[in-house]
């Protein structure tokens, strides 16, 4: 397996950030880790400090993209080959991530674990968007994407390391999409994730509903206008 660094990034996750940590390690001994503490207002920092994890202190709030691409940034200085999203809210289940890491020494350059690879969605308006997201991708690349909204992924250091030097890459499915047109070889294994087990989502119905739109726009949109980044693989 490529050298890993699995990157956690949390924001007053202080109910489950032990049992997820310790549950990684339990699971994947031989996995590195970094929990991105983003800020947070509760008591995140110190739980990880008193625990002796792995810890990136950010010292005010980002955002999700920006404490992923600090942990990125630490990777690229730490020479990583590779770095998996995990969650702090427990819905990330470890077991999966030897399957998930396990293309990337087959040449691929992203990994995206998918609850419906093998299962059907859902009929919601959240999985609505999540299928009209698919869509725009599938027009746009020509790469069918069956959950292309999920936050467990894992990128090969062709690919992460543009999240260090490019401006604009965001863990999203309209950076995924910018990235396959840019050559990057995509793809997805199944996974099951579980229920945020304490605290609640900041996505919304009406939050959901926007996030699912705009990342859609950018899709069919903007994406086509980004000067495309090289990944130094032969096209």
């Known amino acids: 397996m490529i050298k890993t660094l699995v990157v956690i990034p949390a924001y007053n996750e202080e109910q489950s950030i032990v049992s997820v940590v310790s549950g990684l390690v339990a699971c994947c001994p031989g996995l590195d880790y970094l929990v991105v503490n983003d800020g947070s207002t509760d008591g995140t920092a110190r739980l990880c400090a008193d625990q002796g994890f792995a810890l990136l202190d950010l010292p005010t709030n980002l955002g999700l993209a920006g404490a992923v691409r600090a942990g990125m940034r ?3 200085d730490q020479g990583y080959d590779a770095v998996v999203q995990f969650d702090s809210d427990g819905q990330h289940r470890p077991e999966y991530l030897p399957s998930l890491l396990a293309p990337l020494d087959d040449g691929y350059d992203i990994v995206c674990a998918s ?20 869509l725009a991708i599938r027009l746009t690349t020509g790469v069918r994407l069956t959950d292309p909204t999920s936050g467990q992924r894992a990128y090969h250091r062709r690919v992460f390391k543009q999240f260090v030097t490019e401006p604009n890459m965001t863990p999203e499915p309209d950076t995924v999409s910018f990235l396959i047109k840019c050559g990057a070889r995509v793809t997805e294994v199944p996974v099951r994730m579980d229920e945020r087990r304490f605290g609640s989502s900041y996505l919304t119905a009406l939050r959901s509903t926007k996030y699912m739109l705009r990342i859609a726009i950018s899709i069919i949109i903007l994406q086509p206008f980004r000067l495309r980044c090289d990944l130094g693989r032969q096209q």
Do not use: E, Q, T, V
Not at 117 to 134: C, E, F, N, Y
């Open 74 to 76: 630490f990777a690229c």
């Open 115 to 134: 609850r419906f690879l093998d299962a059907r969605k859902p009929l919601s308006m959240r999985m609505m968007g999540s299928r009209l997201i698919a």
